[in-house]
């Protein structure tokens, strides 16, 4: 069985916070879709939290092996203190495309590896309980080709269906986009390969 929901967040959580021994940990969840987008949410919190000492992170995006991205940041905490707690925490709560940061202020007092490690998973902890978290459905995007005069043949399907169209356009040569939830792309695929004078491409492989 084809595995086609994954669960994510639509919108930022709002700031937490876990004290211990004087230091501050300040957790943030964030909905992501590239590397480049994380980049840009952690500069963020760097300038806001500009007198921070540590600024940990981790991340994950993608929906399916093998395109699943994930990186843990420690930075500069001791090696696998702060950066992999936070993506244990990603992983216990089988979200993806989304970042969790943990900013730390120092408190003048060590908290050991062990200390560190709680700190950076509860912080986490606490981001990913307070985000609202969703289930979508992983989709197949495919391009159906025709003429006008089939039209109503391709409507009727899509109606009947209830398929989602993503964009069209409908001239004498007519183009549809249409997202298919994944566990149906096969049926759907077969129905329009099966129609006289339409086409059907996957746009996904």
Same mark, same amino acid.
């Given at each position: 069985?084809? &595995?086609?929901?994954?669960?994510?967040?639509?919108?930022? $959580?709002?700031?937490? #916070?876990?004290?211990?021994?004087?230091?501050? @940990?300040? *957790?943030?969840?964030?909905?992501?879709? $590239?590397?480049?987008?994380?980049?840009?949410?952690?500069?963020?919190?760097?300038?806001?939290?500009?007198?921070? %000492?540590?600024?940990?992170?981790?991340?994950?995006?993608?929906?399916?092996?093998?395109?699943?991205?994930?990186?843990?940041?420690?930075?500069?905490?001791?090696?696998?203190?702060?950066?992999?707690?936070?993506?244990?925490?990603?992983?216990?709560?089988?979200?993806?495309?989304? !970042? +969790? +940061?943990?900013? %730390?202020? @120092? *408190? *003048?007092?060590? #908290?050991? +590896?062990?200390?560190?490690?709680?700190?950076?998973?509860?912080?986490?902890?606490?981001?990913?309980?307070?985000?609202?978290?969703?289930?979508?459905?992983?989709?197949?995007?495919? !391009?159906?080709? @025709?003429?006008?005069?089939?039209?109503?043949? +391709?409507? %009727?399907?899509?109606?009947? &269906?209830?398929?989602?169209?993503?964009?069209?356009? !409908?001239?004498?040569?007519? /183009?549809?986009?249409? $997202?298919? %939830? #994944?566990?149906?792309?096969?049926?759907?695929?077969?129905?329009?390969?099966?129609?006289? /004078?339409?086409?059907?491409?996957? #746009?996904?492989?």
């Amino acid at each position: 069985m084809t &595995k086609d929901t994954y669960k994510t967040i639509t919108k930022a $959580s709002e700031e937490v #916070l876990f004290k211990d021994k004087n230091s501050k @940990f300040f *957790g943030y969840a964030i909905p992501i879709k $590239s590397e480049e987008e994380a980049k840009t949410y952690i500069e963020a919190l760097k300038k806001q939290h500009h007198s921070a %000492r540590h600024w940990c992170y981790a991340y994950q995006i993608g929906t399916k092996e093998p395109n699943i991205i994930f990186r843990a940041n420690d930075d500069g905490e001791p090696s696998n203190s702060a950066g992999m707690p936070i993506y244990g925490q990603i992983q216990s709560f089988e979200v993806t495309n989304i !970042l +969790v +940061v943990v900013v %730390r202020y @120092f *408190g *003048g007092v060590k #908290l050991g +590896v062990g200390g560190l490690i709680n700190a950076y998973k509860t912080t986490a902890q606490m981001a990913l309980e307070v985000s609202k978290i969703v289930t979508k459905t992983i989709n197949a995007e495919f !391009l159906i080709h @025709f003429d006008y005069v089939n039209m109503n043949k +391709v409507m %009727r399907i899509i109606k009947e &269906k209830d398929l989602k169209i993503v964009n069209q356009k !409908l001239e004498m040569d007519c /183009e549809i986009t249409i $997202s298919v %939830r #994944l566990k149906n792309a096969d049926e759907i695929l077969q129905i329009f390969d099966a129609l006289y /004078e339409i086409d059907i491409k996957n #746009l996904n492989d």
